[in-house]
């Protein structure tokens, strides 16, 4: 077995102890650092995001394992030369103005960026303009809307709504989810993307990147 197979097995299985020392064999094995991200620990996390939504394992499991990644990038990236990882895509994410929840939220985002997304995450509560600003800095591909509130949810369409007006709707595409928000609800305010839950918030990132690609 190689050095990047026991690294991406440790990272499905959540081993916290062992990362340090089998990303530094990686290393030592001569294995280069982008080569370790992107044929160990986003294929590892694949493995997790797939096991997440068959329900063989839950929230708790996948956190750890986006840990243990974190733990093995945190030597890695100091270590990239420029280019050398290619990213999947770049996503603003952030709980729509007046909803503090971020559970769900931090989720989608830990698994994006086990899946090689760049995310920038907004935090809670935030308004339209802020989305706004932010998409004008980082010129991202997608802008993610997440509310657990029925009274928030209007949010949502009041961001698509001013991307709209600011010009920016066509630059990026729209992903709306959280647990009362419906495809129904994601098509009547405009948005592009409907994610009930994170795993299939990557799967339908993935997929829309590759359409953008062709």
């Not at 290619?86 to 698994?111: E, P, S, Y």
Request: proline letters at 4%; a negative charge.
């Amino acid at each position: 077995m190689t050095e990047l197979k026991i690294l991406h097995d440790a990272v499905v299985a959540g081993n916290m102890e062992a990362m340090t020392s089998l990303t530094r064999k990686c290393l030592d094995a001569g294995y280069k650092p982008g080569q370790i991200i992107n044929e160990a620990l986003i294929p590892a996390m694949d493995v997790v995001g797939n096991k997440f939504r068959e329900n063989e394992i839950f929230v708790p499991e996948v956190l750890i394992s986006a840990k243990c990644m974190q733990t093995s990038l945190d030597i890695l990236q100091p270590l990239l030369t420029e280019g050398e990882v290619a990213k999947a895509g770049k996503v603003v994410i952030g709980t729509v103005k007046g909803d503090l929840h971020d559970i769900g939220k931090n989720l989608v985002a830990i698994m994006l960026e086990g899946a090689g997304f760049e995310v920038i995450d907004l935090g809670v509560d935030v308004d339209a303009q802020q989305f706004i600003n932010k998409v004008k800095e980082v010129k991202p591909d997608f802008v993610c809307l997440s509310s657990l509130l029925t009274t928030t949810m209007p949010q949502m369409g009041v961001t698509i709504e001013a991307l709209h007006e600011a010009g920016l709707r066509q630059q990026v595409k729209v992903m709306v989810g959280g647990a009362p928000v419906t495809r129904e609800f994601a098509e009547q305010i405009g948005a592009d993307i409907y994610a009930p839950d994170a795993g299939a918030a990557v799967e339908a990132a993935k997929q829309a990147m590759a359409k953008l690609r062709q």
